[in-house]
């Protein structure tokens, strides 16, 4: 598998991942999610050349322990993260994996029940 598939598959996997962890079933939109959509087709996922670039889920019911979501290293290309307004939980100074995300720019969490402070 080329480079190029193998990070889109790893995209994917990283959503698929989210919806599991944070009760996507019971979240408020979710229009083609775990679809063999194109990942730009999912409610509120941009991409650019397949990759995701934006991630807006802001006040859609999502619930679960945000840290544990580790997949979201594989989202290299991801600028924008927007997950204010739900019913996230966790501890941020254990989620480690969002300091992969060397092109992440805006990062938005206002309005769950987090605790701690992300790592430097």
Do not use: H
Request: one cysteine or more; charged letters at 20%.
């Amino acid at each position: 598998m080329d480079v190029i598939r193998r990070n889109k598959e790893q995209d994917k996997q990283a959503l698929l991942d989210l919806y599991r962890l944070c009760n996507g079933e019971n979240w408020e939109t979710s229009t083609n999610w775990c679809s063999d959509r194109p990942l730009n087709k999912w409610y509120g996922v941009t991409t650019s050349n397949g990759r995701v670039t934006k991630l807006g889920l802001y006040d859609n019911q999502l619930s679960g322990d945000l840290s544990k979501w580790t997949s979201i290293a594989n989202l290299t290309q991801l600028q924008e993260l927007s997950l204010s307004g739900n019913q996230l939980s966790g501890d941020l100074s254990k989620w480690t994996s969002i300091a992969n995300l060397t092109q992440l720019q805006k990062l938005y969490l206002f309005d769950n029940q987090l605790s701690g402070d992300l790592s430097k």
